[in-house]
């Protein structure tokens, strides 16, 4: 069998330090994506999308490793965050109104047949209740701003502040996409002040046209 991989040393889009922002070319992956609202500390939304995305992720991984020989560290949780009203995420942290997008990358060499698979295998077990919900999607991020937060999620303001208000403005860039974070953690088994996540900000080079439509 080939060497596990372990994509959070391997990727360059996971790599991230404290104090130091990054602007880096995230290319297309493809992941596992549910969607949701409301506070992930207590929505049961949040909690049941998480216990559909794991079991199916690692019967990838089982799958990859006994039928491809390709065996990898399931990588870690990523969430895309954002709300109707923003003041509700950056301002006040209504987390109740946030939307969110969870998910698990998936390795390039795993395909949509593959999944297809897995899904069956974890719904002959016990089906989790948002299993249905979980679609395996492409997504691309390009030109990113990305940093390293160690520390309480609710203590992410001013680190996020500096990005947006200091960073970004200053290396010519304006946001594009939503707010993105890697948890290199796992809250449930570590202290407050030890959660390490990477924030990442998707940006475009300021004054950037959006492109031409195509002539039919």
């Known amino acids: 069998m080939s060497e596990k991989v372990d994509f ?26 549910v969607d949701g609202r ?27 490793r006994g039928e491809l020989d390709r065996d990898y560290v399931v990588p870690p949780l990523e969430g895309l965050w954002w709300a ?14 946030w939307e969110w997008t969870m998910m698990l990358m998936v390795p390039g060499w795993i395909g949509r047949e593959h999944v297809s698979r897995a899904v069956e ?7 989790p ?22 520390g309480p999620f609710d203590e992410e303001g001013p680190v996020l502040e500096r990005m947006h208000s200091e960073f970004i403005p200053a290396n010519g860039l304006r946001m594009t996409g939503r707010h993105h974070e890697v948890y290199f953690s796992d809250p449930r088994r ?15 080079k300021a004054g950037a046209q959006p492109p ?4 039919r």
Not at 212 to 215: I, M, R
Request: hydrophobic letters at 40%.
């Open 190 to 204: 570590t202290a407050p002040a030890k959660l390490r996540t990477l924030l990442r900000q998707p940006v475009e």
């Open 212 to 215: 031409e439509p195509e002539s």
């Open 129 to 150: 209740e948002r299993l249905g919900d979980v679609r395996f999607e492409a997504f691309a991020e390009g030109l990113c701003v990305q940093t390293l937060h160690l």
């Open 38 to 64: 409301g506070d992930p500390n207590s929505s049961p939304a949040y909690t049941a999308a998480l216990e559909a995305l794991y079991p199916l992720a690692y019967a990838l991984k089982f799958l990859s």
């Open 8 to 33: 959070k040393k391997s990727l360059d889009g996971y790599r991230a330090a404290r104090g130091t922002m990054r602007i880096v070319d995230v290319p297309e992956m493809q992941f596992l994506m």
């Open 84 to 97: 109707e009203d923003m003041a509700a995420f950056t301002t006040s942290r209504m987390k109740s109104r």
């Open 121 to 127: 295998q974890v719904r002959a077990k016990k089906a």
